[in-house]
């Protein structure tokens, strides 16, 4: 308690769930030795009532999802309910109403029709846009039908990247490839290239705000207030590229090559309609902007994992921008200067896109986002970045919170788990300690080489006789040879050095980054697992089928282990079950009239 209270002074009362799920276990082991069970039990409902809001199940929620988690490749808003969204699903189209329902729109068919980008714009409400790398498609969501909007036979000008609407004309659109910008007056129905910027680039952005026009290459922003005279506010290539972060040098993690190699350069863009604040999301940080002059700032990189932001989004009401980097979704507190991991309930960290939109039922704003776990959403209660706010957690009834408190007893610890990962995956660091004894042990034993060598010949001899005489060749007995050699030498000097060990720590180094991929996956997918039982345990059912996800996903995380393990998880459990088998009603939904 001692130390749980000073990590709270210290940190101002911002506990994220792993730290807290430390202090749990500290704090059940310590009740366990010092206090009787109703003791123990109306402690642990104290430490959790005063807990702050960062721990108040505020971590990303999984709902139903209409295909498998993997198959999620975009999403957007709705462009007429604000409580909806709209996803694609490789080559499917699906929208979801705030019941949690999700309907089919559309399904192509074609090996480049995945759709990687999805649109939709206020002033086309009935209809919404699909980008592939074979064209782009338009869909009717008033009648269900989808058209071909573009296709090119050029294979550059095919993959589509941007797509944007003119404000003032639903008619007049623009559409960017990985050659060119291209714009039709006709609804596309004729593309022309795009006079006002002529050069023959990628161009992957394309965004209307702020009463202007942005479009961006892979280095270079353009603005325009007439959608005729361009002029550049931001260079990647160029003097901003070198913009220092406030009070920091420039980063250097990365060459320019490799951030370039994955990633479009301006990959992202998100603005503030109330303060005209504009971000840009690149392969070498955040730049952000006020009121669309050419002075940049670099925002912090502190927090930030990765430096190649790859999708950025802006909570008005909030005012939370969020960023979507190579390595993870992240929270920027202005006020701290530094970058928050959102990775509470998350498994896999890399982001396929990022959206905010409204709650439902209008109970404020939520983020959206879709990685290899599918569709999640976390609701947005921030309030300013920076500030804290406490609730109170649900509580279940003493009955239910004891079964848990011994569930947390009884299972395997995350140790357990790790050490069984690198049993399984033989990544112990006693094999290198074995190849480094071996390659010394190697100088005592001699180098031994034996040769033998055989050989045989004729022996001829000429007999010369006199002048009128012919000369005679005498032939004798054959020549035979037979030898053999031995050899014996130690090499005492590699007892000290031995040039085998070189090699061994070149296999050191590529297993201990093999050891840390795989603690790392198998420690998230642990605490992972235990969120959700937490969630399960917690937190009333709002429905059967919500209920019934949690299940499927607690069982596919414990496969998951088991994978890494050879099945040591599922293992221990079937024997705990059957040893404790009362443990099993702590996933039944509870009810909401179980809290206390």
């Not at 714009?183 to 394309?206: N, Q, V």
């Not at 406030?246 to 990365?254: G, I, K, T």
Request: charged share 25%.
């Amino acid at each position: 308690m001692v130390q749980y209270s000073r990590r709270l002074r210290k940190n101002e009362f911002k506990v994220d769930i792993l730290l807290f799920m430390d202090i749990i276990y500290d704090y059940i082991a310590y009740l366990n030795r010092r206090f009787s069970m109703n003791k123990k039990l109306f402690l642990l409902l104290a430490l959790l009532l005063l807990t702050p809001a960062t721990f108040a199940f505020q971590t990303w929620q999984r709902p139903f999802q209409p295909v498998a988690p993997t198959d999620f490749t975009a999403l957007a808003p709705h462009p007429i309910d604000s409580n909806q969204i709209l996803v694609a699903a490789n080559n499917q189209v699906y929208s979801r109403n705030p019941n949690g329902r999700w309907r089919l729109l559309w399904k192509t068919s074609g090996q480049n029709q995945k759709i990687h980008t999805l649109l939709s714009f206020r002033e086309m409400p009935d209809w919404i846009f699909g980008l592939t790398d074979d064209g782009a498609f338009l869909g009717n969501l008033a009648d269900g039908q989808w058209t071909t909007i573009y296709r090119s036979e050029n294979g550059n000008e095919k993959a589509v990247l941007s797509f944007g609407i003119f404000p003032d004309s639903r008619n007049h659109w623009l559409l960017g490839t990985e050659n060119g910008l291209f714009e039709s007056a006709d609804a596309g129905k004729t593309w022309a290239r795009f006079k006002y910027l002529p050069e023959r680039a990628a161009f992957p952005l394309i965004r209307f705000g702020n009463r202007v026009l942005f479009i961006a290459t892979r280095n270079d922003l353009f603005i325009s207030r007439d959608c005729m005279n361009f002029e550049m506010i931001f260079s990647l290539s160029g003097e901003n590229a070198s913009i220092p972060e406030e009070n920091e040098a420039p980063s250097d993690q990365e060459s320019d090559t490799d951030a370039i190699k994955p990633l479009r350069h301006l990959a992202a863009m998100a603005f503030s309609e109330n303060t005209e604040a504009l971000w840009i999301g690149t392969a070498r940080g955040v730049f952000e902007n006020h009121g669309g002059t050419k002075h940049w700032r670099r925002l912090p990189s502190h927090g930030l994992r990765n430096v190649k932001i790859t999708y950025l989004a802006y909570a008005e009401k909030s005012g939370c921008l969020f960023a979507g980097a190579v390595t993870g979704i992240y929270l920027y507190r202005p006020g701290e200067k530094r970058w928050e991991e959102l990775f509470q309930g998350l498994t896999d960290t890399k982001p396929r896109g990022i959206i905010v939109t409204h709650a439902p039922q209008d109970s404020g704003e939520q983020l959206l986002a879709i990685t290899e776990d599918g569709l999640l959403q976390l609701p947005v209660p921030f309030g300013p970045p920076g500030e804290v706010q406490v609730s109170t957690p649900n509580l279940p009834s003493a009955e239910r919170l004891q079964l848990f408190y011994r569930l947390l007893q009884l299972e395997p610890t995350v140790r357990e788990i790790q050490r069984a990962v690198i049993r399984y995956a033989n990544l112990s660091s006693g094999k290198i300690k074995r190849w480094h004894a071996a390659s010394r042990l190697q100088a005592l034993l001699p180098t031994f080489s034996f040769g033998k060598d055989f050989s045989s010949s004729n022996s001829i001899d000429i007999d010369r006789g006199g002048t009128a005489d012919p000369d005679r060749y005498i032939i004798g007995p054959e020549n035979t040879d037979n030898g053999w050699d031995a050899d014996v030498s130690w090499n005492l000097g590699d007892m000290i050095w031995s040039s085998n060990q070189t090699s061994i720590d070149n296999r050191e180094k590529l297993m201990v980054e093999l050891r840390n991929d795989f603690l790392s996956e198998a420690t998230r997918t642990y605490y992972e697992r235990r969120r959700l039982q937490m969630d399960i345990v917690f937190a009333p059912v709002s429905s059967e089928a919500e209920f019934l996800e949690k299940l499927i996903r607690m069982d596919e995380l414990t496969a998951l282990l088991d994978a890494m393990t050879n099945g040591l998880l599922s293992k221990r459990l079937r024997e705990l079950y059957q040893t404790h088998p009362e443990l099993q009603s702590l996933w039944a939904p509870m009810e909401n009239n179980e809290e206390t």
